[in-house]
């Protein structure tokens, strides 16, 4: 396959007749660049609703063994308050920072968040955010979600999937006393959209945190979106990836009755996974940890070392990290300099770089690594153009 079409390969959602047995994805002992994307040479004469039989296993990007998150003693003792915002930018679109950012504001009430998230929406293609204040007890929940574009082909846009989706766990996380960790919000929200019956077909990935005021995060990550914490100027924890296969990720989705009807006729079965599939992790956060919530249209074009970079500059040029005896450390006066535009600065330019980064054709990022290592014959170089849309949060101790 010319190098052209690998750039804008979409993401499959549906399988052929032939399925190699499934395994759990679980992390693997070692820090490796792999992957979640799939190509193969014969794609072309293949159905064009019909993604390939599953090709030798493939070990997910990001799947890392990473040390556990130190505990402080009086974490019990403390309460934390998080600093939100997001970024997004549509394929094909330029990125504006006066419209692809959003602030999350406490005191704004629960509609005014719910309709401005809405209307942002339309700038993000295919990827989709929200940010809710929950009912239960003064918790955050965030998430963002990636819309398969494998449905393409078949006339279905998935952006109305993982909008709706995204959508519909807003309103459980701040209406649902019962919603009260991520892979309940994911859960509840994916029902309410195959309910509604207003989503004509489509599929999407998800990442879901909820921040809590004790500092706790409870995260469900499903698919190839995800998450990473930075503390002290390092990478402490990345979610691995799920993925089917290389370029199929695990998702949600609403199978429509054409391409059931074409199943039916020709074989195969849709991919269509569920919330219960998703990873599940709690971690302790600290003052001053940045989490970073974002589809694959990040994690495609910018390393870890790469956030890491921007992370860094942007928080010393804030004044927010300073050099300590043990490294890099939260400012003593954080609290003071922590509020939703300094959150909205950063996260537009990790969205600002990886948007670069992914139209640039001289310097490999993540995925251009993965495709010369798995297929060195494609010649295939610089980033890979996709949506983009990430949630950043920093964490402030009250």
Not at 270 to 297: C, E, K, M, R
Not at 303 to 314: F, P, V, Y
Not at 358 to 368: E, K, L, Q, V, Y
């Amino acid at each position: 396959m010319p190098c052209t079409a690998l750039r804008s390969l979409p993401r499959f959602g549906l399988r052929g007749p032939v399925l190699a047995p499934r395994t759990p994805i679980t992390s693997v002992s070692s820090i490796t660049a792999s992957s979640r994307f799939s190509h193969s040479p014969s794609l072309s004469s293949r159905p064009r609703l019909l993604a390939l039989p599953l090709p030798p296993r493939i070990t997910p990007i990001r799947c890392y063994a990473i040390a556990p998150i130190s505990k402080p003693a009086d974490l019990k003792e403390q309460t934390y308050r998080y600093a939100i915002s997001a970024a997004f930018s549509g394929k094909g679109k330029r990125f504006m920072r006066d419209r692809n950012v959003y602030r999350f504001i406490p005191k704004e009430t629960p509609t005014t968040h719910a309709e401005e998230q809405k209307r942002l929406q339309a700038f993000a293609g295919q990827d989709a955010f929200f940010v809710s204040r929950m009912r239960s007890d003064g918790a955050v929940a965030v998430g963002v979600a990636d819309g398969v574009g494998g449905y393409d082909e078949a006339g279905i846009n998935s952006a109305d999937f993982s909008q709706g989706l995204c959508s519909e766990m807003s309103v459980a996380a701040k209406n649902t006393k019962d919603c009260s960790n991520p892979q309940m919000i994911l859960s509840v929200g994916y029902k309410q959209v195959l309910h509604e019956d207003k989503v004509p077909g489509g599929a999407s990935t998800a990442s879901v945190g909820v921040l809590r005021p004790n500092g706790k995060l409870a995260a469900a990550n499903l698919g190839d979106s995800g998450f990473i914490i930075v503390r002290h100027g390092k990478v402490v924890y990345a979610s691995p990836a799920q993925t089917h296969y290389f370029n199929c990720p695990l998702q949600l989705s609403v199978i429509p009755k054409t391409i059931r009807a074409h199943i039916d006729k020709f074989g195969g079965s849709p991919y269509s996974d569920s919330p219960q599939d998703a990873d599940v992790s709690t971690h302790d956060l600290q003052n001053g940890d940045v989490i970073l919530f974002a589809t694959d249209g990040i994690w495609d074009n910018l390393s870890h070392q790469d956030l890491l970079n921007i992370i860094s500059e942007e928080s010393n040029k804030a004044g927010v990290w300073q050099q300590g005896k043990e490294g890099t450390v939260p400012a003593d006066d954080l609290a003071s300099k922590v509020d939703e535009d300094l959150v909205a600065s950063l996260v537009a330019k990790i969205v600002e770089v990886a948007k670069s980064r992914s139209h640039n054709t001289r310097i490999d990022g993540p995925f251009a690594k993965e495709v010369q290592r798995l297929y060195p014959g494609e010649n295939y170089h610089g980033g890979k153009v996709d949506d983009i849309c990430a949630v950043c949060a920093v964490v402030v101790q009250a």
